[in-house]
């Protein structure tokens, strides 16, 4: 079966300071990948999504970027942080195939910049 | 661009007893996707339950079933015997079939059980 990871689970940042998140999926291949922010006490927003290595959509202008260095690795970045940034970040994957189309999402990481 | 809108901020019910949560959409396309996913305080979002729009027939997983509209556009979540365990909050989302595009969300109905 598979499962999705992310970490960390929770981060606390300074404004301006860099910001790494990691999602992996296990038991599949080549799964399309998502980047979701939710803001406090709203829905969620697509932020990237990917079909494949190297491949990065970007849904909102900001100041954070995706990378996909592996095929079922998808990372979330960020050189300098804002206040704006906080939130609750989860990934999400779904079959290449299209088949279904459905995504699942990992368990999250809450970020709080300070 | 397709939207999604729930327009019950908050729903009450009592335990054992039946809940519809409501949901509609707008979009230009005729072949897509909805769900209902449910985000219980650990914030993970769990699949509740899909709907393809090809499909008349509405989706039913054990307690939860649909009543999907598709000419209303609209999409709801009925909720039969209702369990402690299902207080959440419950997003209605949809998606464009065949892409790889991401879900649209609604901003979500918190769903409280009364014991």
């Known amino acids: 079966s598979q499962t999705i990871h992310q970490w960390p689970a929770t981060l606390v940042q300074p404004v301006g300071s860099p910001l790494s998140l990691e999602c992996t999926v296990e038991?599949?291949?080549?799964?399309?990948l998502y980047w979701y922010r939710q803001a406090a006490g709203r829905g969620l927003q697509l932020l990237f999504y990917s079909v494949g290595i190297g491949q990065i959509s970007s849904e909102v202008p900001q100041n954070l970027s995706a990378s996909r260095p592996q095929d079922r690795q998808f990372i979330l970045s960020s050189k300098k942080l804002l206040l704006s940034d906080s939130g609750f970040y989860l990934c999400?994957?779904?079959?290449?195939?299209?088949?279904?189309?459905?995504?699942?999402f990992g368990p999250g990481t809450r970020l709080t910049v300070l | 661009a397709q939207t999604v809108t729930q327009s019950q901020p908050e729903m009450s019910v009592q335990e054992a007893e039946t809940v519809t949560l409501s949901c509609t959409y707008d979009t230009s396309e005729s072949d897509y996707y909805l769900f209902w996913y449910k985000q219980p305080p650990s914030r993970q979002m769990i699949l509740v339950i899909r709907?393809?729009?090809?499909?008349?027939q509405n989706a039913t997983e054990n307690r939860f079933s649909v009543n999907f509209q598709k000419a209303a556009k609209s999409f709801s979540l009925k909720i039969s015997d209702s369990q402690l365990g299902d207080a959440a909050m419950y997003f209605c989302a949809y998606l464009s079939r065949g892409g790889a595009d991401g879900l649209t969300f609604g901003k979500g109905t918190h769903l409280i059980i009364q014991p």
């Open positions: 709907q393809e729009a090809y499909k008349q």
């Open positions: 038991g599949t291949s080549n799964p399309n």
């Open positions: 999400a994957w779904s079959e290449a195939s299209g088949i279904t189309d459905t995504q699942y």
